[in-house]
Nanobody, 113 residues
Framework: QVQLVESGGGLVQAGGSLRLSCAASGTIFRFTWYRQAPGKARELVASITRGDTAIYADSVKGRFTISGDNAKKTVYLEMNSLKPEDTAVYYC??????????WGQGTQVTVSS
């Protein structure tokens, strides 16, 4: 069983930046950040493998950067030029090489206009 612990959420003004972290208690092959805004479905934000292959949702390309520190078993989501529509609970998801998956508890990001 692997635990994922997110941190770094908070309140920021539009145009500002935040950095989310997700620390795993075990080795993860793929990390993905999802987000869920009130009344909306959970959506993929960004994903990265241990080989550093990253993908992004169109809505965050050029503003968000996902990166991983394999030694620390941690993934980061650097969020710049934040918009009010980025307001959501951000969840870390991890998948091991044997396809077992895990979710973090979520961290709130609120962007004020």
């Amino acid at each position: 069983q692997v635990q994922l612990v997110e941190s770094g959420g908070g309140l920021v003004q539009a145009g500002g930046s935040l950095r989310l972290s997700c620390a795993a208690s075990g080795t993860i092959f793929r990390f993905t950040w999802y987000r869920q805004a009130p009344g909306k479905a959970r959506e993929l934000v960004a994903s990265i493998t241990r080989g550093d292959t990253a993908i992004y949702a169109d809505s965050v390309k050029g503003r968000f950067t996902i990166s991983g520190d394999n030694a620390k078993k941690t993934v980061y989501l650097e969020m710049n030029s934040l918009k009010p529509e980025d307001t959501a609970v951000y969840y870390c998801w991890g998948m091991q090489s044997d396809y077992r998956t895990y979710w973090g508890q979520g961290t709130q990001v609120t962007v004020s206009s």
